[in-house]
């Protein structure tokens, strides 16, 4: 299958008489972008499992870079995702379910008003704060994958970490919260693991641009900064449609 970025395909890693199925999106299948410099989104994707596993969330699966059939590229651990009610859904206008936020109110098939909304979920929220940190252009609701040991994992991060501010995501519905007190330990822990020595820079080092990793720990001092969940940005779409 093919999915707006870049040719994503099922392979399975062997080793040592081990194996596990993957998701392996090889640098030769990426669609130039205009906002992108080429060949850089499979290290998007092994970058953003570096920063989630910093947080201590494990929000993405395992992504590493590999050499495959068709060159190197990202292979992610397959997840199995469980039959979980939605975490994103648009729903009637105003009909908002208990237990759920609001993003926005839209016009859906047949011109009927609809609102966008997705589960008040402390698991979605910490993929809401992750995708704020690096930049995530495209979080639509099908990149959730709740799994039957209950965690939420995000996926699909190949245009993330650029330098422009492009956060676009349905999970809008926190906007202007305060930060609670774990997400500052864990934003204060990123800011120490970026540091020009820090654990977390080496590990972005060559996946990748120096400016992008201090774009990042940018972003991480403006969140701790003004103490809340960003506000949709102004000048830039702010959620990715169809949302799912």
């Known amino acids: 299958?093919?999915?707006?970025?870049?040719?994503?395909?099922?392979?399975?890693?062997?080793?040592?008489?081990?194996?596990?199925?993957?998701?392996?999106?090889?640098?030769?299948?990426?669609?130039?972008?205009?906002?992108?410099?080429?060949?850089?989104?499979?290290?998007?994707?092994?970058?953003?499992?570096?920063?989630?596993?910093?947080?201590?969330?494990?929000?993405?699966?395992?992504?590493?870079?590999?050499?495959?059939?068709?060159?190197?590229?990202?292979?992610?651990?397959?997840?199995?995702?469980?039959?979980?009610?939605?975490?994103?859904?648009?729903?009637?206008?105003?009909?908002?379910?208990?237990?759920?936020?609001?993003?926005?109110?839209?016009?859906?098939?047949?011109?009927?008003?609809v609102t966008l909304v997705h589960r008040d979920d402390p698991r979605l929220r910490r993929v809401a704060l992750l995708d704020a940190v690096i930049n995530n252009a495209d979080r639509k609701g099908g990149h959730l994958l709740p799994t039957p040991a209950g965690a939420v994992h995000g996926i699909d991060h190949g245009v993330c970490f650029n330098e422009d501010e492009k956060l676009r995501t349905v999970l809008w519905g926190w906007a202007g919260e305060p930060l609670a007190e774990e997400e500052v330990e864990v934003l204060e822990r990123l800011d120490a693991g970026l540091a020009e020595d820090g654990p977390l820079r080496a590990g972005l080092t060559g996946l990748l641009a120096r400016r992008e990793v201090e774009t990042t720990q940018r972003r991480v001092r403006r969140l701790l900064r003004r103490g809340g969940h960003p506000r949709p940005p102004q000048g830039w779409p702010a959620i990715p449609w169809p949302p799912f």
């Open 1 to 113: 299958m093919v999915d707006a970025s870049n040719a994503t395909l099922f392979a399975v890693l062997r080793r040592d008489g081990l194996e596990a199925a993957c998701i392996y999106k090889p640098r030769s299948g990426e669609r130039p972008l205009w906002d992108f410099p080429d060949g850089t989104l499979a290290g998007r994707e092994v970058a953003a499992h570096v920063v989630s596993e910093a947080t201590g969330w494990a929000v993405v699966p395992p992504t590493v870079l590999r050499e495959g059939p068709f060159g190197p590229g990202s292979c992610q651990l397959w997840v199995e995702s469980t039959d979980e009610d939605g975490l994103v859904d648009v729903v009637p206008a105003g009909a908002v379910p208990e237990g759920w936020l609001a993003v926005l109110d839209a016009t859906g098939p047949g011109g009927a008003p």
